[in-house]
């Protein structure tokens, strides 16, 4: 089945990106950037059939009904759509594939981030669910690598550009030029956050490193806004007002959720997404000099780098420090959310680390003061010790173990306790898949094999090599404030799973790629025990 020229973007409607908007609900915005997209199409309510949107905190659950209502759509087709920062190319995906199955014939696409200042406690305000209730997060990303400070965007990306300099031999500030030309195109939109800012290399070589190899200039800032498509088909499309923009060819593809679990971290899922967008559009990529000044992973996974700017040196591909001219496209603001709902982007994911790196820039701040970072990190350990089940730390004499360690903690399920419980014996035991004889981390109640598989729990030697990591400049959550700089890594165990854990017992500038590592145990409280590695 092909998607080419069945169906176009007819109308667009979009909300300047700002760094808060105070007393605004998402369900709102929502609201408001759909009727500028129908109105810019020539369209109204009523004519909309379809509706693509995504979870929000107003709506954690029947998001697609909720905006139907609101906005008085009678839908032949709702969906809700969950892909981070691919979501607004995934929307527009789905809205084409339901037009070309006859569903539907106009779409409407949204999506929003809110963002509010911090209270005098240093907490966010937040949206209340009410009776939707609230979700505990129990999934293995909350289970196997928030305990560890992999928390949020920045530690994976940084890790993902230690693992391709290993292996490209790029320098730092090759990697810079990326940040540089992405400031350039939002120099030439006069709606960007940084608009009539230009950076330079130096400006992002110079500027504080927040998780290594990756400079304050090269993190998103996060903002707030919202935007919105309307898709129809391409009958419809051209008796509208405007010349609409046809969809030519359309890929995906999934394969992890943490980067820790993906099959590589310099090849990645965009190679085959996009062989699949370039052959349904009949578009030759070979040879195709594509001036998009992508990021290098994706630039070089899709196989859109230019090729005479790849030379083979031994065993290394070496990328050629030549400058490139940044690209002169008018881009959404900033690279810091997708506005265009095509762009990548992550606006929910606040980095903690931003209004300190750039107190270490220009002098500003917008964060707590001391003593409201003392609030907020005590409320935050105070729920943290609720979750856990722990006593108060502020209410009466509590036991020692439990108001030493703030972090996260583990909540194991029936499928992964024997891990926790093993760890606590000071042991390694990981689940072995009986048919392909290959360790499996994380523990899970089927086999990834499949359904005639079995899997057996087996000890492993706990030894391993570095396969990539990062050191945290800045910490990725408060509760890691006090802790200095710390060694986040991706081991690769003898047995051949890979796993997240901290590299201790040495300074963590003294980590690198290929390091060996031999399993250690750390007793954080007397329930729970972490897996740790350090140099073997």
């Not at 905190?57 to 909720?66: D, N, Q, Y």
């Not at 979501?87 to 809110?114: H, K, N």
């Not at 986040?488 to 690198?512: F, K, S, Y």
Request: aromatic share 6%; hydrophobic share 35%; charged share 25%.
């Amino acid at each position: 089945m092909t998607l080419r020229g069945k169906a176009a973007i007819a109308g667009i409607g979009e909300f300047r990106p700002s760094r808060y908007t105070e007393g605004a609900t998402t369900l709102g915005m929502l609201a408001e950037v759909g009727m500028q997209a129908v109105a810019d199409a020539g369209l109204e309510m009523k004519d909309i059939d379809g509706l693509v949107t995504e979870s929000f905190a107003e709506a954690p659950m029947f998001a697609p009904a909720t905006m139907v209502e609101y906005l008085g759509i009678d839908a032949k087709f709702a969906e809700v759509v969950d892909h981070g920062g691919a979501t607004g190319a995934a929307m527009v995906l789905r809205a084409a594939m339901a037009i070309s199955a006859g569903l539907c014939d106009r779409v409407l696409c949204v999506t929003a981030a809110r963002r509010e200042k911090r209270s005098n406690s240093g907490e966010r305000k937040t949206a209340n669910t009410g009776w939707a209730g609230r979700r505990t997060d129990r999934t293995p990303y909350s289970e196997f690598e928030v305990p560890y400070g992999a928390i949020g965007a920045n530690y994976g990306y940084a890790m993902i550009a230690q693992r391709y300099m290993h292996e490209f031999g790029v320098k730092a500030e090759q990697l810079a030029k990326i940040a540089v030309a992405q400031r350039y195109n939002a120099c030439h939109n006069p709606d960007a956050i940084f608009f009539g800012q230009p950076i330079t290399v130096d400006d992002v070589l110079n500027s504080p490193v927040v998780v290594d190899p990756l400079h304050m200039l090269e993190i998103v800032m996060p903002v707030a806004g919202a935007a919105a498509l309307v898709v129809t088909s391409s009958r419809t499309a051209r008796r509208l007002k405007h010349d609409p923009v046809y969809i030519l060819g359309a890929g995906e593809h999934t394969t992890h959720r943490s980067i820790t679990y993906a099959p590589s971290l310099t090849h990645s899922p965009i190679k085959s997404a996009a062989d699949a967008a370039f052959k349904m559009a009949g578009v030759q990529t070979e040879g195709h000099r594509h001036r998009q000044h992508l990021r290098l992973l994706h630039d070089h996974g899709a196989g859109l780098a230019r090729r005479r700017r790849i030379r083979e040196e031994g065993p290394r591909r070496q990328v050629h420090r030549r400058a490139q001219p940044p690209v002169r496209w008018r881009l959404p603001a900033e690279p810091a959310w997708r506005a265009a709902l095509v762009r990548a982007g992550r606006p929910r994911r606040r980095d903690v680390t931003r209004d300190r790196s750039r107190a270490a820039v220009d002098g500003t701040s917008e964060g707590p003061s001391g003593e409201e970072a003392g609030v907020r990190l005590c409320e935050r350990q105070r729920r943290h010790h609720e979750r856990a089940g722990l006593a108060d730390p502020g209410e009466g004499p509590v036991n020692e173990e439990t108001t030493r360690y703030n972090k996260p903690l583990p909540d194991p399920t029936p499928a992964t306790q024997p891990f926790w419980d093993a760890l606590r014996e000071h042991k390694l035991r990981l689940q072995r898949s009986k048919k392909a004889g290959k360790a499996i981390y994380y523990p899970r109640n089927v086999s990834p094999y499949g359904p005639k598989d079995e899997l057996e729990w087996v000890e492993c030697s706990g030894k391993g090599t570095v396969y990539s990591f990062t050191i945290a400049r800045r910490p990725t959550a408060p509760q890691w404030s006090d802790d200095g700089d710390y060694a986040i890594a991706i081991v690769e165990i003898d047995e051949g799973a890979r796993l997240t854990a901290n590299i201790v017992n040495c300074p963590p500038d003294a980590v690198r790629i290929g390091m060996k590592v031999k399993a250690c145990f750390q007793d954080v409280t007397p329930e729970v025990t972490l897996l740790q590695f350090e140099p073997a």
